[in-house]
């Protein structure tokens, strides 16, 4: 009965600066009203009890890697991410223009993509767009097919999808400027990084967690210093990816304060693991920007806190297990792994329980920013009346450990850096416009659910 109206009671539910024990009214897909917690109910709504949790908006993931369409589906496609995604309590999937083929690059691609997910994802989407040399002619007709941004490489990135170099920055930064679109950065100095990696190579570096040095903090730091400055001289928004270093957090806790239109992203792992585990993960632990010191991670934490970081994402990226180990040479070897599925988990875990994090602060980094940065408020990132019922349960202490071969993903690792971690808190149930898409542990949304979410739409 799809127009069957919903209440969900019992809850503790995050607004945006309380959490408030009131029922929320669901119908067609958007919440209503907001209810007193023992308001009685008409007998044809469908009562949906929260005792015990946490009722949260569902996380927007503004970092995602779909490999679909094109010749690398089998590391993940947009069933089987968007399964894993509902999971992990995420309700809308922001993907990158990299790797599906063709990539995101002009309206065509974008088209095509919308397409495909849109026959099989079980969550909403978003997409990004690429700012790679060639796609700046292109870019104000992607914005006006509703994508939230362009996403381009300081650094190497695949031979399909150039680096955007210094000169090509400056015009795709102009170019978004004239119709305030957001440009999205992997921020490492390309040949700094690049030749680092070369070097430990050819040295035969046995210890992986060298990766750090390969790759040094000052890399990362060249190219945010350098987007701050091309964004300012432009006038162009930009969104720092992945951020992983104190020093960078520094900057754009300044940048800010000097009037920037800048926004910062971090991902869970940079805030749970050091370099030390890649010794013990190897390749499949292995990410850029890398993982850094022990004494990094835990100031990062501080910046989430003071609100310098805006945004979470995932960099959800799975490879096989075969691809990770198949140039015999941990420099060589592919970054990125899943993770969609516990991100969530991982905050709550890390953040909430170990580190006093807010609730409502979780909210705002996991959702309502990003809804914000990206044109998707108020629609998207809050539980207010005419939002989208995208809603999620935590039961705040359940205890769990976390297992690659449960996943819905496609490739269902147990090698990657989440396996085997213990977790307190864990998401129960998802709703995506009132519809329960995933609850004790089972999957019960369908592929073709997940609908496009334009930009600005
Ligand atoms: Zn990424």
Partial sequence: MENRKKVIRNGKVVFPDQILEISLLIADGKIAAILEKDAAWERDWEVI?????????????????????????????????????????????????????????????????????????????????????????????????????????????????????????????????????????HAENAEAADLGCRHYSKMHCEDEARFDD?????????????????AKMTGTRIEICHTTICQGMELLKDAKKKGISVYVETCPHYLIFDHDILRDKKSFAKCTPPFRSRDNVEKLWDYIKDGTVDVIGSDHGPFTDEEKLQQHDFWKEYCGFGCNDVVMA??????????GLSWTRLAELTSANAAKMLG?????????????????????????????????????????????MELRGRVTDTFLRGEHIYGNGELLGKAGLGKYIKARG
């Fill in 346 to 355: 991982a905050m709550i875990s890390e953040g909430v329980h170990k580190r």
């Fill in 214 to 230: 390969a790759r040094p903090w000052w890399t990362e730091y060249d190219a945010i210093q350098r987007s701050l400055l091309f």
């Fill in 49 to 185: 009890d929260a005792s015990g949790k946490i009722v949260m908006p569902g996380m927007i993931d503004t970092h995602n890697h779909m490999s679909d369409p094109g010749p690398f589906r089998f590391r993940e496609d947009w069933y089987h991410g968007s399964c894993s995604a509902a999971s992990g309590g995420i309700t809308t999937i922001c993907d990158m223009p990299l790797p599906s083929e063709p990539a995101t690059v002009n309206p065509d691609s974008l088209r095509l993509k919308k397409q495909t997910a849109e026959a099989q994802s079980v969550v909403d989407f978003a997409l990004w767009g690429g700012l790679i040399p060639s796609s700046i002619p292109d870019m104000k007709k992607m914005h006006d097919l509703g994508c939230i941004g362009f996403k381009g490489f300081m650094c190497f990135a695949t031979e399909d999808y150039p680096r955007i170099s210094d000169g090509y920055l400056a015009d795709g930064m102009r170019e978004a400027a004239s119709f305030q679109g957001l440009i999205a950065l």
């Fill in 376 to 420: 998707l408020f108020p629609r998207k990132g809050n539980l207010m009346p005419g939002a989208d019922a995208d809603i999620i349960f935590i039961d705040p202490d359940m205890r769990w450990t976390y297992d690659g071969s449960k996943s819905f993903s496609k490739t269902k690792s147990v090698n990657g850096p989440y396996q085997g």
